[in-house]
Structures are given as structure tokens and as C-alpha cells.
């Protein structure tokens, strides 16, 4: 029986991922409100261009507004009541894309959903505990503009990197899992994202734990050049060895997996699952029909084509992700199990 300690705890913890789960779907489909100034004008939005053309007007604005006390007052992301779908166009009630896991109820097209959303609709109530938190991106290479583009990025999304690692539990089973976050830079792998997924790796091998990863990214990130392209080494080395000392790993992969990723861990699980329509490849569609010269097959590079020609091994829908996890699981704990009873009652007879 457990302590009323315990529950406590698991209760505080679950109330954690969930505010964060929450925070996730409000910054993608909420409205940004700043107190006590507007956006910037277009003046100010054509210079800050010019030192960064890929900013968006949008998210420029002019100084911080601050309280009475000098401190800072951030901005708020209000839910909106409808969130239009970006590839039908159609527009439903915010409660039906939440009751669909944001899935578009119109067109069944999948929306991108934040790490921490996505590990609220997998882990037991209560077993979430975040872990390697003190990790986050770097300017290793000192390049141009890159640090300013993590304080924008940090304060969009609320993360501190693209990838989020923690330990939990899904039907009682505890396992690693790490989940890229596409809203952070796409998602794409640099020198923090590849030591966290590398001490995520560890971890588990040393608990002798599961390993799920859901893959989201954009490939290697270039402003920190080869540091970058580092981690595919580092992070192939690190699934080499929990694979050798019998560790089973799940790859996950949604829209899009890509470039370095795909090069590296994400295309090495045991079992390599993927959500439906999901574009998974190293360069994209357009670069491979340019290079070649020829026009690529329908559906070329989306997980159902790969499915077909034995590179993923099934594709789950959202809504039965958590179920599907659970059977995966169940059946490497039995047969864990069934193997250590056979050597025992080998060690046994040669007693």
C-alpha cells in the first residue's frame, strides 16, 4: 500500500505535466497578448529585418514594458475558441481538436503538438519526472544573431532546447522517454539536444529501462556547424551500445523526421513506429527530384510509403498511441522475464 506521501507527490507531479501539457496547445493555436504596448511599426519591423531577415514581423516588438518595480512583464498566450486547419483551411471548435488530439476533425490532417502535451497523453498519472533539465542551447561557434534567436525562441515556446527527456511509467512499466519539439527551432539536433538524447541513452542502460523516442526535426542545426553534425556519431554510438547490452528501443517517428535525425537515432529502434501522413527522410522531396531529375512517386517519403516497403514497421494514430505502447512494453517485460527463469533454471541444472 502506499503512502499518502507518495500520492502527494505523484499528484504534484502529474499537476506539472499538465499545466505544461496546457501551455504546449495554447502556444500553438493561442493569440500572443503583450500588456501595455502594441506591436512595433512596420519601421521598426523593416530594421529589425535587416538584422535578421528571418524574423517575422510579427514577433517584433519595440522595448519591454515593466511594472511599477522595474521587473519585466512577459507576454500571454490567450486560447482561442477555433483553430483553422493549415491544410483544409476549415475551422472547428477548439474543443473538438482537443477531443481529437488535435487531429483536424474535417480533414483527419495531424497538427504538430508540443513534448510535453504529447507525454501527457502517454504516461500514468503521477510518474512524470523530467530529467537532464540543466542542458540547454548554447552559441558554441559564437555565430551571428544566434543568440538572439534562442531568447525569442525560449520565450515563444517556454523551452530552453528542442528536446525534452524524462523518466515515467505507462501501465506500471517505467521507461526513458525523449521527444523532440518541432516549435523549437523545428526541432532540429544541436550540441544540448544530442548530449541530452545521449545521457537519456545512458540512463537507460544503466537502469536497465526501455527507450522511447519521438523524433521531430528539421536535421542538424547550422549555426553551430560541426558540433552539430557531431551528434549523429555521438548519438549512434550511445544506441550501438544500449542496443548490445539487450535494451530495447522504440523510434517514433512524426512529421517531419529529417536530415541528421533520420541519419542517426531515429531510424535505429527495434521497433520503428510513425504517425500517419508523417514526412520521413534525409533531404527532402524537391532536392531529390532536382538532383535526379525526375518526378518522385506519390507519397514518396510519407510513413505510409515506408510502411510498404519495410522501413517503418506500423503506423499509429494519436488516439491509440498510448495503447499500442502498452502491448509493445508488455510483451518485452514477459519476455524478459521468461528469459531470466530460463537461466536460472539452466544455472540450476548444471547445480
Known sequence: ???PITKIYEM??????RKKAHADTVGHTGIRFTFGKAKATAEEADNQKNKDKKSEAADVYPEEVKDKNGLRIPAVMIPSSFITCRSCGRRALRRKWEDNYYVCPECGKYAPIGAYYRLSLILDKGSFTEIDTDIKAEDPLGFPGYKEKIERQEEKTGLN????SAVGSIQGIRLV????????????MSRAVGEKVTRAVEYAMEEKLP???FSASGGARMQEGIYSLMQMAKTTSAIEQFSEKGGLFISFLTNPTTGGVTASFATLGDITLAEPGALIGFAGPRVIEQTISRKLPKGFQRSEYLEN?????RIVERSEMRDVLTDILKLH???????????SAALENKG
Request: proline letters at 0%; aromatic letters at 12%.
Open 1 to 3: 500500500m502506499r503512502s
Open 177 to 188: 522517454t525523449v521527444v523532440l519539439d518541432s516549435r523549437f527551432f523545428m526541432g532540429s
Open 12 to 17: 504534484y507531479k502529474d499537476r506539472a505535466l
Open 333 to 343: 517485460a514477459d519476455t524478459r522475464k521468461f528469459s531470466t527463469v530460463r537461466k
Open 211 to 213: 527507450l522511447l523516442i
Open 309 to 313: 516497403h519495410g522501413f517503418v514497421d
Open 161 to 164: 532546447e528542442s528536446v525534452i
